[in-house]
């Protein structure tokens, strides 16, 4: 049984490290926690939902439009929204992600109604190996994660658009001065951020039935893995997740499952208490 918890906690960080590292993106880059990171990953869901179940598309297909569409809402959302409040503190950016989490939730729930859907793909039997069951849906979220991971390492070491998203969070000013464009990577990076959240949206639906709460249900881990990781840390963010996702998993060995987010809960609480600039962060966050 601890096996079996290992292996489906392995496969829930993994799960949550999607979204944490976009979180923590947003945090590095542009300086505010985007609090709208689980109504984006509903977005997602269901923008796959539709597409797969509606337009009749495979599920990798179906992907990549959810990853399209939260992309796209996310460049809307800071041309919209964000960029007329660049120049306000980080408070008033996460009120701002408040409203838009709200915004995004009730639009899904407006058109799509409440009830629990899921998508249209084939049952298959678990795999056994070893006394572990393994199911399809927990290797096609390892696969997906581990390959997004790799990109998204490739994409902010060894690339322009990195070494400018590295400069811009390290210091905007400077980097305006040496010619790097603020508008143009904050749009960039909230693509990347909306397409990453928008394939978690897709591994959620996977992993339970889509519903207007199912990103609520990752909010609060996706923020504690952020958090002990170290928010603005890429790194850290994924570390964090792991971390979160085996803690939440072993603790059903000592507590019922349905109170398994007092682990996440309990984890904020400790860091902001005694390391609020996480476990990998190289400097505190400033409050």
């Known amino acids: 049984m601890v096996a079996q918890l290992f292996l489906n ?28 990171v689980g109504a984006m990953l509903t977005l997602g869901a269901y923008a796959a939902w539709v597409a797969n179940t509606q337009l009749g598309l495979s599920l990798p297909a179906s992907a990549a439009v959810a990853a399209t569409t939260v992309a796209l809402t996310g460049i809307l959302s800071d041309q919209l ?24 939730e009730n639009i899904c729930r407006f058109f799509l109604g409440n009830a629990s859907r899921s998508f249209d793909v084939p049952i298959s039997r678990p795999m056994r190996w070893e ?23 490739l994409l902010l070491r060894h690339s322009p658009l990195g070494r400018a998203m590295r400069a811009v969070a390290d210091n905007p000013s400077l980097a305006a001065t040496r010619g790097v464009d603020r508008r143009l990577i904050a749009r960039l ?24 709460q199912i990103g609520w249900n990752y909010q609060i881990p996706i923020f504690a893995a952020a958090i002990l990781g170290g928010l603005g840390s890429p790194v850290g963010a994924v570390v964090g997740a792991l971390v979160i996702g085996l803690a939440e998993e072993m603790s ?16 904020i609480l400790v860091l902001l208490l005694f390391r609020s600039n996480g476990l990998l962060s190289a400097k505190a966050v400033r409050k």
């Open 252 to 267: 059903a060995l000592i507590i019922p499952t349905n109170y398994r987010q007092i682990v996440s809960f309990t984890v």
């Open 9 to 36: 906690g392995l496969v829930t960080g993994l799960l949550l490290a999607l979204p944490a590292l976009a979180l923590t993106l947003v945090f590095g880059v542009l300086k505010f926690a985007n609090f709208a």
């Open 189 to 212: 990076t909230w693509a990347l951020v909306g397409a990453l959240i928008g394939l978690a949206g897709v591994l959620a639906g996977l992993d339970r039935s889509i519903d207007p």
């Open 131 to 153: 006394g572990l069951r393994i199911n399809q849906e927990q290797i096609t979220t390892a696969l997906t994660v581990c390959v997004c991971l790799v990109l998204v390492h």
């Open 81 to 104: 929204v964000f960029e007329r409040l660049k120049n306000r503190d980080s408070i008033s950016l996460l009120v701002a992600s408040m409203g838009l989490s709200l915004v995004l």
